[in-house]
């Protein structure tokens, strides 16, 4: 699904930010991405999202070479991601519904189709029914379940979440948790940015750790299983 072969990124006037990467995600598997501030995390992420470009090597998503994809067609490589933010990104003059369904409006769906979608991607996390309301009346793990909801609203057959739990209390984070355990049950393959150790050391998946840009670990916490 994911394929890094030998990835660097450097930004101008800085060391790389990453640094000679190469590991492969088979599809339809769920893995965190660990590290200390500032040790790639989220580099790693815009990478595979087209938000920023590797300055060497080569990245592959089910096989395309992204290094080759020109930026008018950046947008149709997306959409087959969906990607979670730790600060959510909603549009707090929207409602929820709207928020939702702007994938599926900037992709030209018809109004039936949006419709249908949307509330079965709000009921998959739990927020059927709240469809009229606007993000500012809810609770920040409400708010995160929308950027959720929002991303999955398309299909994708990848999530990339970057810190999705980091600002909620361990209850929630586990129920967060959970929803992603649902999609990669289907499926979906999940990538996730995380510096919730704890929570991470008692989950059977794949772990790929990056220190100051490089990856450094990769494995599966002591006593789970592949």
Same mark, same amino acid.
């Given at each position: 699904?994911?394929?890094?072969?030998?990835?660097?990124?450097?930004?101008?006037?800085?060391?790389?930010?990453?640094?000679?990467?190469?590991?492969?995600?088979?599809?339809?598997?769920?893995?965190?991405?660990?590290?200390?501030? %500032?040790?790639?995390?989220?580099?790693?992420? =815009?990478?595979?999202? @087209? +938000?920023?470009?590797?300055?060497? /090597?080569? &990245?592959?998503?089910?096989?395309?070479?992204?290094?080759?994809?020109?930026?008018?067609?950046?947008?149709?490589?997306?959409?087959?991601?969906?990607?979670?933010?730790?600060?959510?990104?909603?549009?707090?003059?929207?409602?929820?519904?709207?928020?939702?369904?702007?994938?599926?409006?900037?992709?030209?769906?018809?109004?039936?189709?949006?419709?249908?979608?949307?509330?079965?991607?709000?009921?998959?996390?739990?927020?059927?029914?709240?469809?009229?309301?606007?993000?500012?009346?809810?609770?920040?793990?409400?708010?995160?379940?929308? %950027?959720?909801?929002?991303?999955?609203?398309? =299909?994708?057959?990848? @999530? +990339?979440?970057?810190?999705?739990? /980091?600002? &909620?209390?361990?209850?929630?984070?586990?129920?967060?948790?959970?929803?992603?355990?649902?999609?990669?049950?289907?499926?979906?393959?999940?990538?996730?940015?995380?510096?919730?150790?704890?929570?991470?050391?008692?989950?059977?998946?794949?772990?790929?750790?990056?220190?100051?840009?490089?990856?450094?670990?990769?494995?599966?916490?002591?006593?789970?299983?592949?």
């Amino acid at each position: 699904m994911i394929r890094f072969d030998n990835i660097s990124k450097r930004y101008p006037g800085t060391q790389d930010a990453l640094s000679q990467l190469s590991f492969h995600l088979h599809k339809g598997e769920m893995a965190f991405l660990t590290g200390h501030s %500032g040790a790639g995390k989220s580099t790693f992420l =815009k990478l595979i999202a @087209l +938000l920023e470009r590797p300055s060497r /090597g080569q &990245l592959f998503i089910d096989g395309q070479n992204l290094t080759r994809v020109p930026r008018r067609k950046i947008p149709y490589v997306r959409r087959q991601m969906g990607i979670i933010f730790q600060d959510h990104r909603l549009l707090f003059d929207r409602t929820v519904f709207d928020n939702v369904a702007l994938p599926l409006i900037i992709s030209g769906y018809a109004r039936q189709d949006i419709e249908r979608r949307v509330r079965a991607s709000l009921d998959m996390v739990g927020l059927l029914g709240k469809e009229t309301q606007f993000p500012i009346t809810l609770s920040g793990g409400e708010q995160q379940r929308v %950027g959720i909801a929002r991303a999955i609203v398309h =299909k994708p057959s990848l @999530l +990339l979440a970057d810190e999705p739990t /980091g600002n &909620l209390d361990p209850a929630l984070s586990w129920e967060i948790m959970g929803l992603f355990e649902q999609f990669n049950q289907v499926g979906v393959s999940v990538l996730i940015a995380s510096h919730d150790l704890d929570m991470i050391s008692r989950l059977p998946y794949r772990v790929l750790k990056l220190k100051q840009g490089h990856l450094v670990g990769d494995g599966y916490p002591r006593g789970t299983r592949p």
